[in-house]
């Protein structure tokens, strides 16, 4: 596989070389167009950065493509104060265009889900000025992407959020409704918005629906098991194949526990989310492709050893389920 993505990228290079050639030769960035060298210079660049990015798409893509991605988008805030912008919600702001570049990415990489953690239930202990800005800016965000995005217009991406939404001002419950409403029937990737969230309120209302339904008759004491679990968890879909935290913070911040204790390939940036780039993208992507046929060699051991545990011991079987941690120098 390695010498796959060498040969490619080669390739790719090689490619990219020979149309800027041809730009600059035919005078598209040479005599003919107006703008300053300097311009010229910029331009030519972000054309060059934004084939070479798919021509790396095309590259990754002829390996495995996980299905489940987790980001917990960390560092906005700090973002902000080292841009020395006016006010937090800046930063926010930046972190929030940032998150629409990630989702393109994942799009065209082909990852079929997309769970970000948006804003924890313990954020709501911030100044009443921040999480009015956050708040505000989720009932815009929401609507405007169910609205206007090429994500949801073209490529045909459904929006759910997940979390404790009593906590949530009545308009931003609104703008929920409306954009999981109007996204519903789409077939493309899902987004799963965590706000506000929290892990372990997810796995305690977990267990409050399972010791319910026993209490109606709906499941039988015996039967109660981990796939039973699972199915009343908050974030649904596929197993977590990533989990990505930026900031350099090494912590899980209370974030997809039960998801990531499944052999998640942990991954932490030592960048704020703002500054999150497609070069940590695909060096993550890239990590987790050498390690997967491991990480899925550990999951059927660790699915055989589960079924035999439940078999003889029913009561006091174990998971052996684990996290798998990669490289943290990005």
Not at 81 to 105: D, I, N, R, Y
Not at 154 to 177: H, M, Q, T, W
Not at 189 to 203: F, G, H, K, Q, R
Not at 272 to 299: C, G, N, T
């Amino acid at each position: 596989m390695l010498l796959l993505y060498l040969q490619s990228w080669y390739a790719y290079v090689g490619l990219t070389a020979l149309i800027l050639a041809y730009i600059v030769g035919s005078g598209v960035y040479g005599q003919q167009w107006p703008l300053p060298l300097s311009k010229q210079c910029l331009a030519i660049c972000i054309y060059a950065q934004g084939k070479l990015r798919l021509l790396a798409v095309h590259a990754l893509r002829q390996g495995p493509i996980p299905q489940h991605v987790g980001f917990i988008m960390d560092g906005n805030r700090r973002f902000a104060k080292k841009t020395q912008m006016e006010t937090p919600s800046k930063g926010h702001m930046a972190g929030f265009s940032k998150l629409t570049k990630v989702l393109e990415w994942c799009n065209d990489l082909g990852i079929k889900h997309v769970s970000v953690f948006a804003f924890a239930i313990n954020n709501f202990n911030r100044s009443t000025e921040e999480v009015g800005a956050l708040m505000g800016m989720a009932r815009d965000k929401l609507r405007d992407l169910a609205e206007n995005s090429e994500l949801v217009n073209k490529y045909g991406v459904r929006i759910r959020v997940v979390g404790f939404r009593d906590l949530l001002p009545a308009d931003v419950c609104e703008s929920i409704e409306y954009a999981e409403e109007k996204t519903k029937g789409n077939l493309g990737m899902t987004l799963n918005v965590c706000c506000p969230y929290s892990a372990t309120d997810e796995i305690s209302t977990a267990l409050r629906q399972v010791v319910e339904d026993v209490e109606n008759g709906l499941l039988e004491a015996a039967d109660i098991n981990e796939k039973e679990l699972e199915r009343r968890l908050q974030i649904p879909g596929p197993d977590l194949d990533i989990l990505v935290r930026t900031s350099g913070q090494i912590r899980f911040s209370n974030f997809m526990l039960w998801q990531s204790a499944k052999m998640a390939y942990i991954q932490f940036v030592d960048a704020y989310w703002p500054e999150f780039s497609f070069y940590h993208m695909a060096r993550i992507l890239v990590s987790w492709q050498l390690a997967s046929k491991d990480i899925e060699r550990r999951k059927l051991a660790g699915a055989i050893h589960d079924s035999l545990a439940a078999s003889e011991q029913p009561r006091n079987s174990v998971s052996s389920s684990d996290t798998y941690c990669g490289d943290r120098a990005f």
